[in-house]
């Protein structure tokens, strides 16, 4: 497990770069929470979480992959089991019943639940390659798939469960499927559409509606609204009452004036208005590329989004190099996870979709959204340590 280890295939420059987007995150937690008391240690939390990261980045890393294959399906089992024993003893938490409180702390097994997802499927995708191409092997993929993404979603956690669906849909590709099942698959999707907006709950609804053209009155425009009203017996009052849905979406809004306020080279670090006068909530977590855009203009954010789109590129360029099936669709699901996760953070803070409460990957606050990154980048990194070696690279 911990032989024939050649550190020269470690992928230093990505590191480097992780390294330097939680150096970036603990700067901007300190500014998002200097005038919040209750809030004002979140950035020495965040070192702390760095420096645990750093130390499972490298465990990870250090042991062989190939091994992490063995633990797939119990460690598969033991995750859809957590995601039961969440909605019978969990802790309510903004709404969703997705958390664990264990001596006060609240521990979210959605998090570290990614990375057994991930672990299962690549096991699975890589040990029936061969079968991949009929039906049957597809669609017992899809019911593996499809178990936990119920769980998660009668939380309710509607964040969450698009990114287990974006994870599983991108593996099931890479791993190779014939173009008529996709065709058949797509087709009962649309077909399940009705049955799957029908069981939306009230909050995802209202996000949903926040996120719908508007009038000169805040009233959703006449079309749209006659559309949602025919499609739901009961819409949630952002839907409806132009005051509630302003009120409503207030976050995207302060959001949208943050970035606008940046410029181009920004207001300066601590400086933001948005930011600094508390207009912006939850600012250390879900909004954090507003105060970067505010703070640092529109290079700064730029530059943290190049800087999160080479570590994209490095994990795929890892999953490229991979000497086998299982290593690859392992450094791809990484890839692919924090790919989604900067699309979507991204997008609700410029109001280009829904606000679904997924943190920006290394940036936003908290200690297991942080580990688990790192925990990811020790995944792909373990692969690269055992990559085969190509000439021109």
């Not at 207001?267 to 590329?289: A, S």
Request: overall charge positive.
């Amino acid at each position: 497990m911990f032989q024939r280890l050649n550190w020269k295939l470690f992928d230093w420059p990505l590191l480097v770069v992780v390294v330097l987007l939680c150096v970036l995150s603990v700067a901007m937690i300190y500014s998002a929470t200097a005038t919040t008391s209750d809030l004002s240690d979140y950035w020495l939390r965040q070192i702390n979480f760095t420096i645990i990261g750093l130390v499972s980045l490298f465990v990870i890393a250090v042991i062989d992959y190939r091994q992490l294959a063995l633990l797939a399906v119990p460690a598969f089992v033991f995750f859809v089991l957590s995601l039961v024993v969440v909605l019978i003893f969990g802790t309510a938490q903004g709404g969703s019943l997705s958390w664990f409180d264990i001596g006060g702390t609240l521990v979210q097994p959605t998090e570290p639940g990614k990375f057994l997802y991930i672990i299962f499927l690549a096991w699975y995708l890589s040990t029936f390659r061969e079968r991949m191409s009929r039906f049957v092997y597809l669609l017992i993929a899809l019911i593996l798939v499809g178990a936990p993404l119920v769980l998660i979603y009668i939380q309710p956690d509607f964040g969450m469960t698009i990114t287990y669906a974006f994870l599983g849909g991108a593996l099931i590709l890479v791993a190779g499927v014939r173009f008529r099942h996709l065709a058949m698959l797509a087709l009962a999707a649309i077909a399940a559409l009705p049955i799957f907006a029908a069981s939306l709950q009230g909050y995802m609804l209202a996000r949903l509606c926040i996120f719908m053209p508007t009038d000169d009155n805040g009233r959703i425009i006449a079309p749209i609204l006659t559309l949602l009203q025919a499609s739901f017996q009961r819409l949630p009052s952002e839907c409806v009452t132009p005051a509630a849905n302003i009120a409503a979406s207030y976050n995207v809004e302060q959001a949208l004036i943050a970035v606008g306020n940046g410029g181009l080279t920004g207001m300066g670090w601590l400086q933001g208005t948005q930011n600094q006068l508390r207009f912006l909530r939850v600012r250390q977590t879900d909004f954090i590329f507003s105060v970067i855009a505010e703070e640092l203009g529109l290079i700064g954010a730029a530059l943290t989004l190049l800087l999160l789109l080479f570590v994209v590129w490095r994990v795929l360029r890892i999953a490229d190099q991979a000497p086998d099936q299982f290593g690859k669709l392992l450094a791809t699901g990484v890839a692919a996870l924090i790919f989604f996760q900067v699309l979507i953070n991204v997008g609700f803070n410029l109001r280009l979709m829904p606000v679904t409460g997924l943190t920006l990957p290394f940036i936003s606050a908290g200690g297991s959204s942080l580990v688990s990154m790192m925990f990811a980048i020790g995944l792909a990194e373990s692969v690269a340590m055992r990559h085969r070696k190509i000439d021109f690279y």
